[in-house]
């Protein structure tokens, strides 16, 4: 009887680990994603200022 105890116990703590791990790893796509979004964000930021400054040497060329 000792060893399908023995199976059965070592069987949820694999499923244990797993869990674990799946948990870590949901947080670190979820940080990633967030991380992501955040340069995202910061290059259409950069794009627009490029573009202003870009309308504004165009102009500044039309002027000589």
Avoid: T, Y
């Avoid at 200022?49 to 000589?64: C, I, M, P, T, W």
């Amino acid at each position: 009887m000792f060893w399908p105890m023995f199976a059965v116990a070592v069987g949820f703590l694999g499923l244990a680990v797993l869990g674990v791990l799946a948990v870590r790893v949901f947080l670190e796509a979820r940080r990633l994603g967030e991380q992501v979004a955040d340069s995202a964000r910061r290059i259409n930021r950069a794009a627009e200022d490029l573009e202003r400054a870009a309308v504004s040497v165009a102009g500044a060329v039309d002027a000589l």
